[in-house]
Protein backbone atom coordinates (compact mmCIF):
# COMPACT_ATOMS: atom_id res chain seq x y z
CA UNK A 1 0.00 0.00 0.00
CA UNK A 2 1.52 3.67 -0.45
CA UNK A 3 2.27 6.16 1.92
CA UNK A 4 -0.54 7.32 3.81
CA UNK A 5 -0.29 11.03 5.45
CA UNK A 6 0.63 10.23 9.25
CA UNK A 7 -1.58 12.65 11.58
CA UNK A 8 1.16 14.41 13.93
CA UNK A 9 -0.34 16.61 15.83
CA UNK A 10 -2.63 14.78 18.52
CA UNK A 11 -4.45 16.52 20.87
CA UNK A 12 -6.11 15.70 24.31
CA UNK A 13 -9.71 15.41 23.00
CA UNK A 14 -8.67 13.14 19.88
CA UNK A 15 -9.59 9.62 19.80
CA UNK A 16 -6.99 7.08 18.50
CA UNK A 17 -9.14 4.26 16.47
CA UNK A 18 -8.16 1.14 14.35
CA UNK A 19 -7.90 3.16 11.31
CA UNK A 20 -4.91 5.18 13.01
CA UNK A 21 -3.47 1.90 13.83
CA UNK A 22 -3.73 0.33 10.07
CA UNK A 23 -2.63 3.61 9.42
CA UNK A 24 0.44 3.02 11.45
CA UNK A 25 0.87 -0.33 10.36
CA UNK A 26 0.44 0.23 6.39
CA UNK A 27 3.28 3.05 6.83
CA UNK A 28 5.65 0.50 8.63
CA UNK A 29 5.64 -2.13 6.25
CA UNK A 30 5.74 1.19 3.38
CA UNK A 31 8.87 2.19 4.98
CA UNK A 32 10.24 -1.51 5.59
CA UNK A 33 9.65 -2.01 1.19
CA UNK A 34 11.83 1.72 0.81
CA UNK A 35 14.12 0.37 3.13
CA UNK A 36 15.01 -2.63 1.84
CA UNK A 37 15.03 -1.91 -1.79
CA UNK A 38 17.39 0.47 -0.88
CA UNK A 39 19.82 -1.53 1.11
CA UNK A 40 19.04 -4.65 -1.39
CA UNK A 41 17.96 -7.17 1.14
CA UNK A 42 14.04 -7.80 2.22
CA UNK A 43 12.81 -6.45 5.74
CA UNK A 44 10.49 -9.04 7.02
CA UNK A 45 8.00 -7.48 9.74
CA UNK A 46 4.85 -8.71 11.47
CA UNK A 47 2.12 -5.88 10.68
CA UNK A 48 -2.15 -5.87 10.88
CA UNK A 49 -3.54 -3.98 8.17
CA UNK A 50 -7.54 -5.10 8.97
CA UNK A 51 -8.28 -4.03 11.99
CA UNK A 52 -12.37 -2.67 12.46
CA UNK A 53 -13.80 -1.22 15.42
CA UNK A 54 -14.62 -5.13 16.41
CA UNK A 55 -11.61 -5.95 16.94
CA UNK A 56 -9.21 -3.86 18.33
CA UNK A 57 -6.28 -5.17 20.24
CA UNK A 58 -3.74 -3.26 22.75
CA UNK A 59 -0.52 -3.49 24.53
CA UNK A 60 0.81 -6.27 22.39
CA UNK A 61 0.40 -4.60 18.79
CA UNK A 62 1.86 -1.69 20.77
CA UNK A 63 4.91 -3.53 21.00
CA UNK A 64 4.56 -5.56 18.41
CA UNK A 65 4.44 -1.87 16.39
CA UNK A 66 7.00 -0.14 18.37
CA UNK A 67 9.37 -3.55 17.78
CA UNK A 68 9.07 -2.39 13.86
CA UNK A 69 9.67 1.20 14.02
CA UNK A 70 12.98 -0.08 16.44
CA UNK A 71 14.04 -2.59 13.72
CA UNK A 72 13.73 -0.15 10.97
CA UNK A 73 15.64 2.88 11.95
CA UNK A 74 18.58 0.24 13.11
CA UNK A 75 19.05 -0.76 9.90
CA UNK A 76 19.68 2.89 8.51
CA UNK A 77 19.72 6.10 10.83
CA UNK A 78 18.09 7.90 13.42
CA UNK A 79 16.44 10.75 12.36
CA UNK A 80 17.04 14.00 13.90
CA UNK A 81 14.35 15.12 16.23
CA UNK A 82 13.59 10.68 17.26
CA UNK A 83 11.94 9.84 20.49
CA UNK A 84 12.64 6.54 21.50
CA UNK A 85 10.45 3.98 21.44
CA UNK A 86 8.53 2.41 24.12
CA UNK A 87 8.31 -1.18 23.79
CA UNK A 88 7.15 -2.21 27.40
CA UNK A 89 3.64 -1.72 26.89
CA UNK A 90 1.29 -3.96 29.34
CA UNK A 91 -2.44 -3.41 29.92
CA UNK A 92 -2.08 -1.53 32.40
CA UNK A 93 -1.01 1.35 31.09
CA UNK A 94 -2.69 4.31 28.66
CA UNK A 95 -1.99 5.14 25.36
CA UNK A 96 -2.71 8.94 24.85
CA UNK A 97 -2.06 11.80 22.81
CA UNK A 98 1.83 12.57 23.20
CA UNK A 99 2.12 8.74 21.93
CA UNK A 100 0.38 9.09 19.22
CA UNK A 101 2.12 11.79 18.06
CA UNK A 102 5.45 10.01 19.14
CA UNK A 103 4.77 6.98 16.95
CA UNK A 104 3.39 9.28 13.83
CA UNK A 105 5.92 11.80 13.98
CA UNK A 106 8.56 9.29 14.40
CA UNK A 107 7.08 7.21 10.93
CA UNK A 108 7.28 10.49 9.14
CA UNK A 109 11.02 11.55 10.10
CA UNK A 110 12.23 8.56 9.44
CA UNK A 111 10.17 8.14 5.88
CA UNK A 112 11.26 12.28 4.91
CA UNK A 113 15.09 11.12 5.84
CA UNK A 114 14.69 8.14 3.31
CA UNK A 115 13.52 9.88 0.82
CA UNK A 116 15.99 12.13 0.91
CA UNK A 117 18.84 9.59 1.02
CA UNK A 118 17.33 7.99 -1.85
CA UNK A 119 17.11 11.19 -3.62
CA UNK A 120 20.64 12.03 -2.84
CA UNK A 121 22.05 8.72 -3.89
CA UNK A 122 20.45 9.48 -7.31
CA UNK A 123 22.69 12.72 -7.60
CA UNK A 124 25.36 10.77 -5.78
CA UNK A 125 25.86 7.86 -6.47
CA UNK A 126 28.12 5.04 -4.45
CA UNK A 127 30.75 7.52 -4.02
CA UNK A 128 30.94 10.86 -1.71
CA UNK A 129 30.27 13.92 -4.02
CA UNK A 130 33.68 15.20 -4.78
CA UNK A 131 35.58 11.83 -4.14
CA UNK A 132 37.91 11.04 -6.51
CA UNK A 133 37.98 6.82 -7.38
CA UNK A 134 41.51 5.89 -8.08
Known amino acids: M ?16 SDDLNRVENNIQHLATMLGSYLGQTITLSVVLNRTMTRFEYFDSLNRIESNISLLVSKFYIPAGWE ?5 WSSDQAFGYSDAN ?14 KTIDN ?14
Request: glycine share 4%; aromatic share 18%.
Open 2 to 17: PWQIPKINWLPTDFYN
Open 102 to 115: RLERNLFLLYELLN
Open 121 to 134: YKFSGTFSSGEAVL
Open 84 to 88: ASKTT
